[in-house]
């Protein structure tokens, strides 16, 4: 397996994959229906796929400003392998390369866990909206060797007078309300 930027030749198998998630069935189809990664996205953010030969194992796409795992997926068959392990250590060295300290995460409820044993920290909930029926959880990263909470967008704060005044002021110059 190796781990490359993604290219326009990819976008067919990489929305394949996103659709066809098991991660997103019943309740969470609605999240991948109408999602399509685009040659635009590819060129403006940092998308890499993890690839076995010719065949697509998953792929993540990272958002620089502000820093956001946008997606990550792994094909159904490639799960329990390591593939999404490889896949966030690469974004978190993508990340240090461009100098961002902590990723923001909102991911869907089932696949929170995951990011836990990655290290990211949860600081709170973002609601319902749109065709996101559903709240998830909203926390971060830090792209160095040791995990430290961040704060997303919207009502992902963590509660008043947590962490050091430090770690605080990072995260308020982190992240921008939209």
């Not at 781990?3 to 929305?15: F, G, K, T």
């Not at 966030?88 to 060295?93: D, N, T």
């Not at 923001?104 to 929170?112: E, G, T």
């Not at 704060?151 to 770690?167: E, F, L, W």
Request: hydrophobic share 35%; with cysteine.
């Amino acid at each position: 397996m190796r781990i490359r930027r993604a290219e326009d030749a990819d976008l067919p198998a990489i929305n394949d994959l996103t659709r066809r998630s098991s991660a997103y069935e019943g309740e969470y189809h609605a999240m991948v229906e109408g999602i399509e990664v685009t040659p635009e996205q590819l060129r403006r953010d940092h998308c890499h796929v993890a690839v076995s030969g010719d065949r697509l194992l998953g792929y993540y796409s990272l958002v620089a400003e502000p820093p956001d795992l946008d997606l990550m997926f792994v094909d159904d068959a490639a799960r329990g392998r390591g593939v999404g392990r490889l896949l966030f250590e690469h974004m978190l060295a993508t990340a240090r390369g461009l100098g961002i300290t902590a990723v923001r995460i909102v991911s869907h409820p089932p696949a929170a866990a995951f990011y836990e044993r990655m290290g990211a920290v949860r600081v709170g909930t973002k609601p319902a909206a749109g065709r996101v029926t559903w709240d998830r959880p909203a926390g971060g990263r830090s792209c160095g060797s040791t995990p430290a909470s961040v704060v997303g967008r919207g009502t992902s704060r963590p509660p008043a007078g947590t962490g050091s005044p430090g770690i605080r002021a990072r995260r308020r110059s982190l992240y921008r309300a939209p």
